[in-house]
């Protein structure tokens, strides 16, 4: 799956001149945590919630609300914007947005059409398509298995599924205890999970969980 079936569209932006408590409104309002900046339809940054709340004064400041006020309204979101802002493109795949957001450390990617904003992809975005993988929406059984790297197990266990009448409505395959194993979660609806337990076991290291949820 590409980003382009994932990301939000349109996506709401603010300019840099914009002052920081009319940002911060329009975050509320919006309930949003991240803004494009865009100045003559280019996109020149991204502000982030925590971003604006960083520049503004701690709860300890003696000063009055008028002066915290006008203070604030004198930064705009040019002063505390990203400008070297990492992005992709719509046919980028999900797996790799997560990557690089993981690695930089970021939360969201503008996501561009050409030279023009497209949209914005956000962890948010990411953490419901890890829902969607792993079924957890869905009821079912759901079985963890320590499986060893060899062609053909995740075939067999699909085989030993669909045999007893099983239906696989989630997969999710991650890194084992060592290079050559492999942890898979699969959840399965139209068998018990007794019954499960004893088709799979035979077939897998160990089953490290199974429940019914």
Request: charged share 25%.
């Amino acid at each position: 799956m590409n980003v382009g079936k994932r990301f939000s569209s349109p996506v709401i932006t603010v300019s840099p001149d914009l002052p920081i408590p009319e940002a911060l409104a329009l975050m509320q309002r919006e309930k949003i945590r991240h803004a494009p900046v865009v100045q003559k339809g280019k996109l020149v940054g991204i502000v982030t919630r925590n971003d604006l709340l960083n520049a503004s004064p701690s709860k300890a400041t003696t000063l009055s609300v008028w002066e915290v006020n006008y203070l604030l309204n004198k930064i705009t979101v040019a002063e505390v914007m990203t400008k070297d802002v990492i992005t992709i493109t719509e046919d980028t795949p999900i797996e790799e947005a997560a990557r690089i957001m993981a690695d930089h450390k970021i939360s969201c990617l503008p996501v561009m059409r050409g030279n023009d904003l497209a949209g914005i992809i956000t962890e948010s975005d990411i953490f419901k398509l890890f829902l969607e993988l792993l079924g957890a929406r869905q009821k079912g059984v759901r079985v963890t298995v320590e499986v060893t790297d060899k062609p053909g197990m995740l075939a067999k266990i699909s085989q030993a599924i669909y045999e007893a009448g099983g239906n696989i409505i989630a997969l999710g395959a991650f890194e084992g205890e060592t290079v050559s194993s492999s942890y898979i979660t699969i959840k399965v609806e139209g068998v018990e999970a007794e019954r499960l337990k004893k088709l799979i076991e035979p077939l897998v290291t160990r089953i490290a969980d199974i429940r019914t949820m």
